[in-house]
């Protein structure tokens, strides 16, 4: 009787074990991609703030220009759009696309990151600053993981010299 009982707890023991180990690499995964989109986000936010004002993208539009102004009140994504489990963004949900990202510095920006584990997207939505000559500017990327799209924010603010 106490082999079956102790054999009862090892059992116990082992699947409790096993779901950390599971859910300890789900952890692990989630913080790589976050690590590695982080990454990208800061890589093309200090490319648009080192590019020319004129700069443009290969639409020919200014990577400052404002094309979407229906996502003026939510640049950042704050309705989790960009986090819907969609393959392509629809048309208006953002501005500028790594899709425009041509010639030199903005090519650099193109190189895969060290793991090629992960399919990331970047956009950036610009928002005009009321009463200035400035632009909000929200670097969104987003990848596939497990079944759904996350997706992470970084924010910064550019003036026309």
Known sequence: METVVSMGLLAVGISGALAISVDSSRSMSKSIHIEEASMLAQS?????????????????????????????????DGAGVFARNTATMAAGTFDHSEAEITGTPMAVLVTPLPTNR???QRYWNIAPIAGTNGVSIAVIVRWHENSTWSRLVLVATRYQP
């Open 44 to 76: 093309l936010v200090s490319t648009l703030m080192s590019v020319p004002w004129s700069a443009r993208g290969s639409s020919g539009a200014s990577l400052f220009a404002n094309t979407s102004t229906s996502n003026d009140a939510d640049i950042t």
């Open 118 to 120: 992960t399919a990331y």
